[in-house]
């Protein structure tokens, strides 16, 4: 019995160079097989060249004249054009690779390694297949085009520090850990009325009021997700939607302050609550005269959320704003005496280089 044997090989063989063994194990010439044929020899020879692919019809006539199965022809011819394709994509995807390294550094790369989001490699093709994967994209190209990164391209468009693909890379973190985190589905009602327990919550430590808060909201339909910044975004918080029932709220602390944290989580549920859903709001979003009444919209419901109006207005015309004072005040509204401190500073009401020591820094996040 016999057992065919096929090599499978990586290089492109043409079934011309296999016809012209045959026909020599056969002592027979190329010039004869053209007239047993009936074809012009050189059309023949463009087949034993690899120029001409060998068709059905062409296997069935070799059959006849050589008793070599015509399946035999097809499938070399088929395997030829095959490996051939196969190159030609290789060569084609290798120089796209080569083309999208210079994503590499813009797409913050080294930083996403220190992370350990993305493997420390040091080939820069490799480099570029793993962003790619990191962002479930065959072009880093197309990053950018994308709906939800779109709000980074025209963020970085309105300043030029900002780099928009450093801007998509930290929306991808907080999209893929967001995607991990099991939520209710989204109910305004719901997170609107925890509000008052996500405000007491100011006055303790993140080890204490984290996995709380990532628990209160998860229940009411919003993935929080705290990450260290990349490098040239400048973003202190996003909003974006998750599906039809998920929103993700991300949040980061460029100076690790906590009065900076919990005024910029307030200010992202105040986009939650106060504005459609359906597109990724980026913090320092400054792209027209609707995204700025979007952005002090949602600081007033912040200020509002952390320190009731009528309060605030009370306690302003108190001056001078004494440390004591400060304290017993936030003490009376229940919230860290920072939230108080950040929000007289940012009103001009007090020096900058007053009351510091009253604001506590969260030293959990990593830059």
Known sequence: MMTETRVHSDLPIPPGEFLEEVIGDLGMTKHELAKRM??????????????????????????????????????????????????????????????????????????LAKLGIVPAVTGAMDKVLAL?????????????????????????????????????????????????????????????????????????APDAFVPRLTAMLASAGV???????????????????????KVALMLTIRGKYADVFWFTLFHELGHILRHKRQEAIVEYAKGG????????????????????????????????FYKNKIQTFATGCGIDAGIVVGRLHHEGLLDQKFANDLRNKYVWIED
């Open 38 to 111: 009936g074809r012009p020899a050189s059309k023949l020879n463009e087949i034993f060249k690899g120029r001409k692919a060998i068709t059905a019809d062409t296997a069935l006539q070799l059959e006849k004249v050589l008793g070599v199965p015509a399946n035999i022809w097809t499938g070399l011819e088929g395997e030829y054009r095959l490996i051939l394709a196969t190159q030609e994509a290789e060569r084609e995807r290798r120089e796209s690779l080569k083309e999208e390294t210079k994503y590499i550094k813009l797409f913050c790369y080294a930083e």
């Open 132 to 204: 790619q994967k990191f962002f479930g994209v065959t072009s880093l190209g197309s990053v950018l085009t994308l709906r939800r990164y779109s709000a980074a391209h025209r963020c970085g468009l309105a300043e030029k520090k900002r780099s928009p693909e450093a801007v998509a890379a930290w929306l991808r973190i907080g999209e893929l850990a967001a995607a991990r985190i099991e939520c209710k589905p989204f109910n305004s009602g719901r997170l609107e009325s925890m509000l008052p327990a996500i405000r007491r919550m100011t006055t303790e």
């Open 223 to 245: 993935a929080l997700v705290i990450c260290p910044h990349l490098p040239k975004t400048y973003a202190h918080g996003a909003v974006f939607p998750l599906g039809a029932e």
């Open 289 to 320: 005269s609707e995204t700025d009444q979007l952005e002090r919209e949602a600081d007033e419901f912040a200020s509002d959320a952390l320190i009731p109006p009528e309060q605030w207005k009370r306690f302003i015309r108190r001056d001078p």
